[in-house]
C-alpha cells in the first residue's frame, strides 16, 4: 500500500480528489488499490457538507472553489468524487471555467463510469437509483442510462437523512437501519422489477452493511468506486499528456474545510489506513 504522509510537500501533479465531505474516500481507495503509484490530494469540504439538497447555483460554487483550491495545489486533474457535484458543476466548470483557469487541466466526474457499467449488468432492464435530492432531480442518471440504453426504466429514489447519517458518525446507528430500510423498501415497492441498485452516492458504501441488510437477495448493489477507478486509468491510459503530468511517488494527502482531528478519525476508519488530515480555509 503506498504511504499515507500529510508532510509531503512535492503535490504538484497529484490527482485531486473532491468530495463534500467523506463520501470521495470510498473513490479514492479504490483508485490508488488500482494505481499506487500516483500521488493523491482529497479535498473534504466536510465544513459545508452535505451539498445534496443545495441549490444549483450554491453546489456550482462551491463545487468551483474546491477544484480551484486543488488547482492551487499543483493538481493537474480533479475527479469530482461526489455524484451531486458532478450532476450540478461538472458541466459548467469543464465547459466555462476550465478555459478561463487553464484550459490544459482537466475535471471528470462519476456519473458516466458508472452509467457504463451499470448498463450491462440488468437482465430485467429495470434500474433503481439511490442518491441525494439534488443528483435524483437533475435527472443526470437517466438521461446518461437511456444514452446507453433507450430501453431500460430508471426509478430514482432521493435518500436525504443517508449522507448526514455519515457525515455525524451515525452510520451503524439504530437510526441508520430505519432510514436504510425506508428507502430500500420505498423504491422496491414503486418498481418491483428493479434487479440493479446503483448507490448514486460515494456516501452511501460508507453504509454497505445497512443495505445489505435489507435488500432482498437477487437485487444487485452497485457501489462505484470501482468502474470510476477502471475508467480514470483507461482515461490516463487514452490521454499519456495527462499521465506525465501526473506524478507518481504514491503519496496522499488529506485536506478539509472542517476540524482536521475528526477527519483523521473518521478517514483512518473508513480508508482502512492510517490518515493525517490537514484544514484548508477556502
Ligand atoms: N458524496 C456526495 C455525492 O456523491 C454527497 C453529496 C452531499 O453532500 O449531499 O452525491
Redesign the pocket.
Known sequence: MASTDSRFAATSGAIGVF??????LTILRQMRQLMPQYDYVYLG?NAR??????SFDVIYRYTLQCVEALFAQGCQLVIL???????KALRSIQQIDLARIDPERRVLG?IRPTVEAVCDMTQTRHVGVL?????INSGSYEMEIHKCAADIVVTGQACPMW??LV?NDEYDSPGADYFVRKRIEGILRTDPLIDTLVL?????PLLMNKIVKYTPPGVRIVP?GDYVSYSLRRYLQRHPEMADRCTTTGHCRFLTTEDPEKFTESATLFMHERVTAEHIEL
Do not use: F, K, L, M
Request: hydrophobic share 25%.
Open positions: 468530495d463534500s465531505g467523506y463520501g470521495g469540504d457538507a452535505p451539498y445534496g439538497s443545495r468524487a461526489c455524484n451531486t457535484a458532478s450532476a462519476v442518491a441525494t435530492v439534488g443528483t449522507v448526514p457525515e448514486a452516492c460515494t456516501h452511501y462505484q
